[in-house]
Structure formats: C-alpha cells, structure tokens
C-alpha cells in the first residue's frame, strides 16, 4: 500500500461545506476498512465516519447527518463531504485505515486541517 495522503482542509465560514479526500492506493480492495477521525486541540482523537470491507457506513454521533463518507474503489480514494459546519468542527482532520479483521486502525496519513470561523 502507498501512504495515505489527505487534502481539502483549510478555512471555512460556519455554515459552510468542505470536502476531504484522501488518497488511499492499495486500501481499496475491500480487505481494508477506512475511517475519517479528527482531533481538536486539547481533545481526544474521535472517529467521524467509518466504511467497512463490503461498503457499510457508520457515522460517528458527532457528525451525523453533516458528513457523507465515500470511496471510490476505480481512483482508490476516501472522501468525507461536510455541511453545516460549526465553529466546533474545527481539527485536524485524519483518514485511517486497518485490515478488516484487526481492531486496531494502524495506518494513518498526516492529516488535514479545518478551520471553521463563525
């Protein structure tokens, strides 16, 4: 697998929409699950958004209803759409990945930052 490697972060007003994506080569094939987390100063690292080997997704209760998670299998990317953004969204945004059967998420990218101005 090649590293995962997000973009699309950066300033936004509140109200907003964003897109992440994250390049995801060789995490696509269904043997992998991937996941958005974000980390807010002084916070805990928390998941967002989660899509598993066989496509079903799972959201987070803090997001819920603002985020979309998608993969696209054909260009191996992760893509997180946000809406509704609030000044407390604001984090550093992370895709993750770990082998379906482990429970761990081992690889991560570097992140992306949101910053969301009211």
């Known amino acids: 697998q090649g590293p995962l490697v997000e973009s699309g972060g950066g300033p936004v007003q509140a109200g907003g929409s964003l897109r992440l994506s994250c390049a995801a080569s060789?995490?696509?094939?269904?043997?992998?699950?991937l996941a958005w987390f974000r980390q807010a100063p002084g916070k805990e690292r928390e998941r967002v958004a989660s899509?598993?080997?066989?496509?079903?997704?799972d959201y987070a209760n803090s997001m819920r209803g603002r985020v979309i998670i998608s993969r696209d299998d054909a260009e191996e990317s992760l893509h997180l759409e946000m809406n509704s953004l609030k000044p407390e969204d604001t984090a550093m945004y992370y895709c993750?990945?770990?082998?379906?059967?482990?429970?761990?998420?081992?690889?991560w990218g570097q992140g992306t930052q949101v910053t969301v101005s009211s």
């Open positions: 899509i598993y080997g066989g496509g079903t997704i």
């Open positions: 060789g995490y696509t094939s269904g043997k992998h699950c």
């Open positions: 993750a990945a770990r082998l379906c059967w482990d429970s761990e998420y081992r690889f």
